[in-house]
């Protein structure tokens, strides 16, 4: 390669200067694209947790339904449900209620029957 091209590359890459960075327009895009993906994900984890707050509302009535029948089958002392978060215990455990922290507040109700404790209800707020 002769010397006056060599000098002509040399000038042309001394000359060029690298821009770093992003342009407004990407930015802007990458913004609306998590905007996006936020606007999508967001109810759906707010769903999740709301289905996780009534099943546990609906497990620990279903447990305290359970010590209750203990206490009318083999006597002791009456559980009153202080042990849980969301469950009140009816006098004499005829009834466990538990009410779940989720937005709708959803209500479970267990029944007892001559000491069994039959399915939980769903009773919507």
């Known amino acids: 390669m002769n010397t006056h091209l060599k000098s002509i590359l040399a000038k042309k890459l001394a000359n060029k200067e690298k821009l770093n960075g992003f342009t407004l327009?990407?930015?802007?895009v990458v913004i609306?694209?998590?905007g996006i993906l936020s606007?999508?994900?967001?109810?759906?984890?707010?769903a999740a947790q709301d289905r996780a707050k009534d099943s546990v509302a609906?497990?620990?009535?279903?447990?305290?339904?359970?010590?209750?029948?203990?206490?009318?089958?083999?006597?002791g002392d009456e559980p009153d449900g202080a042990q849980f978060d969301t469950v009140a215990v009816?006098?004499?455990?005829g009834s466990?209620?538990?009410?779940?922290?989720?937005?709708?507040a959803t209500t479970y109700?267990?029944?007892?029957?001559?000491?069994?404790?039959?399915?939980?209800?769903?009773n919507a707020v």
């Open 25 to 28: 327009v990407e930015l802007m």
């Open 32 to 34: 609306v694209i998590v």
């Open 109 to 122: 109700t267990v029944t007892l029957t001559d000491g069994v404790p039959g399915l939980p209800v769903e």
């Open 90 to 93: 009816a006098s004499g455990c």
């Open 39 to 46: 606007a999508v994900a967001l109810p759906q984890l707010n």
């Open 58 to 75: 609906r497990q620990e009535a279903i447990q305290a339904a359970k010590e209750c029948s203990i206490f009318i089958l083999a006597g």
């Open 96 to 104: 466990v209620k538990s009410t779940s922290e989720s937005s709708d």
